[in-house]
């Protein structure tokens, strides 16, 4: 489907040398019309939107960066925006509305050509918003369609059966930061900013955070076991993730 240009005023150009390896999935919490309101003239934006019945609407071209990610973190990078496309679908909440059959169809084409047209986002970069911001961020929710999108050739899926072995919380943790995942953390405010403070400490900092690893579970289960989101990391969850990280092609997953 060819996307309908509505031009948000929101964009800037990639830096030198970067290169977009990352492909970010939302929802937009937002009715259409609001989305675009906010998307085309507030503080934020995206490359794209996907309607209820299909529809896609392009605000940014792919070659500049969009404000969508905010702050962000997946494997060696903070701060997306710079490397990754972002789609929005409309969707109230995909924790609790499924996505349309029209909505489905659509990002699974846009997002196949997007791929195509960047090499660099390998099956493992293919995210949800709370991939890269766990807690602080829950889209595009436990009801997307993550398993037909890989079907489809886009990211990654796992359906392996649980393993008997349940390993310790650090090995838990190691797993997920080597597959994306940050690992925990504190993020806080500060001149009007989310800002990360493990390195820049809590000077000026308010309304500070702490990002546990079961919150970083509860991010990988919405993605890859969505009937299982409570933070715990069984032995399917870590079979799950182990499987993933042999797919990613590490050796060690």
């Given at each position: 489907m060819t996307p309908v240009d509505?031009?948000?005023?929101?964009?800037?150009?990639?830096?030198?040398?970067?290169?977009?390896?990352?492909?970010?999935?939302?929802?937009?919490?937002?009715?259409?019309?609001?989305?675009?309101?906010?998307?085309?003239?507030?503080?934020?934006?995206?490359?794209?939107?996907?309607?209820?019945?299909?529809?896609?609407?392009?605000?940014?071209?792919?070659?500049?960066?969009?404000?969508?990610?905010?702050?962000?973190?997946?494997?060696?990078?903070?701060?997306?925006?710079?490397?990754?496309?972002?789609?929005?679908?409309v969707n109230l909440d995909g924790n609790r509305h499924p996505y349309s059959e029209a909505q489905r169809a659509a990002v699974t084409g846009l997002s196949r050509e997007i791929v195509a047209r960047h090499p660099a986002i390998a099956p493992r970069n293919v995210v949800g918003h709370a991939d890269i911001a766990p807690r602080r961020k829950d889209d595009p929710g436990s009801l997307f369609f993550w398993r037909d999108l890989a079907a489809a050739g886009v990211g990654l899926w796992s359906e392996v059966a649980a393993a008997s072995e349940l390993p310790d919380a650090q090995i838990v943790q190691d797993l997920l930061r080597r597959f994306g995942y940050p690992p925990p953390h504190r993020y806080g405010l500060r001149d009007g900013r989310f800002v990360y403070l493990d390195a820049a400490g809590e000077a000026g900092a308010t309304d500070i955070v702490t990002v546990s690893l079961a919150d970083i579970v509860i991010a990988f289960q919405r993605h890859y076991r969505p009937d299982r989101v409570d933070g715990v990391a069984d032995a399917q969850t870590v079979a799950r993730l182990r499987d993933l990280l042999r797919q990613a092609g590490d050796a060690d997953g």
């Open positions: 509505l031009p948000s005023n929101n964009h800037a150009p990639r830096p030198p040398g970067a290169r977009v390896d990352t492909l970010v999935l939302h929802h937009t919490a937002q009715p259409l019309d609001i989305s675009l309101e906010l998307l085309r003239f507030g503080a934020v934006s995206a490359h794209y939107v996907v309607d209820t019945n299909g529809d896609i609407y392009r605000l940014v071209d792919e070659a500049r960066v969009a404000w969508h990610a905010g702050l962000s973190w997946w494997r060696t990078v903070r701060g997306l925006n710079t490397t990754s496309i972002g789609i929005e679908i």
